[in-house]
């Protein structure tokens, strides 16, 4: 493992006290990481000046209940700043208790940058999973390997991503149930066509057409 104090040439910020500091990773993971937040600042044209962290080798914590941190191969995400102007943040803690018009743009925030993680990550926690990871997105490459995610219907993570998505970043409804059921197939098949691609999710590159499609949304 080496220690790299950025993601994506942006400095790694430690959300316990917000001081800049390096982080452990697999060299491949850190690669993965870099490509991810290449794909994010593209399609977003948001600018970042940090990337707030529990981190990704250090972490490991019981909250956290996966092996992959101990093994460079996980990171905690809980935001990303431009100075002190908050561009995303992963706090849904925090922001749950806010008005709705401002709830409302913080979470769209958020699964924009849920999407970009899917994209990359097959295995990607949110505060859909539990309350574990209601202050940070949890990913690890121990189900996708080196490279990009697939869909799997039996993914509860990723059906709550695409209900998620519909919902709040497309406007159509679709309840947050974590299973493949057919309100999630229609509504998938909805955004698909908005985004002039056609058929079900799990047609060749409609996948990645549906997140890519939503990660500007
Ligand atoms: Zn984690």
């Known amino acids: ?46 600018t970042a000046g940090s990337i707030r962290t529990y981190g990704a080798w250090i972490d490991g914590g019981a909250d956290c209940g996966t092996s992959w941190h101990h093994a460079g191969r996980a990171f905690d995400i809980a935001g990303i700043n431009n100075g002190d102007q908050v561009v995303v943040s992963c706090r849904e803690d925090t922001w749950r208790e806010f008005s709705e018009t401002n709830r409302a743009e913080h979470r769209r925030r958020y699964w924009m940058l849920a999407a970009s993680l899917h994209l990359h990550f097959a295995y990607v926690l949110t505060y ?16 996708s390997g080196s490279g990009m995610s697939s869909f799997r219907t039996r993914s509860r993570v990723q059906n709550q991503a695409v209900q998620a998505i519909c919902r709040y970043l497309w406007g159509v409804p679709c309840e947050i149930t974590g299973d493949w059921d057919r309100q999630t197939r229609r509504a998938s098949e909805a955004v698909l066509e908005q985004l002039g691609a056609g058929g079900a999710l799990t047609r060749g590159e409609n996948w990645a057409v549906f997140l890519d499609g939503s990660i500007a949304r």
Do not use: C, K, S
């Open 128 to 143: 859909l999973y539990d309350g574990a990871h209601a202050n940070h997105i949890h990913i690890d490459n121990g189900v």
């Open 1 to 46: 493992m080496t220690a790299h104090e950025t993601v994506g040439g942006v400095p790694l910020v430690y959300e316990e006290n917000g001081r800049a500091q390096a982080f452990a990773f697999e060299e491949g993971f850190h690669g993965q990481l870099d490509a991810w937040f290449g794909t994010w600042q593209a399609r977003t044209g948001l």
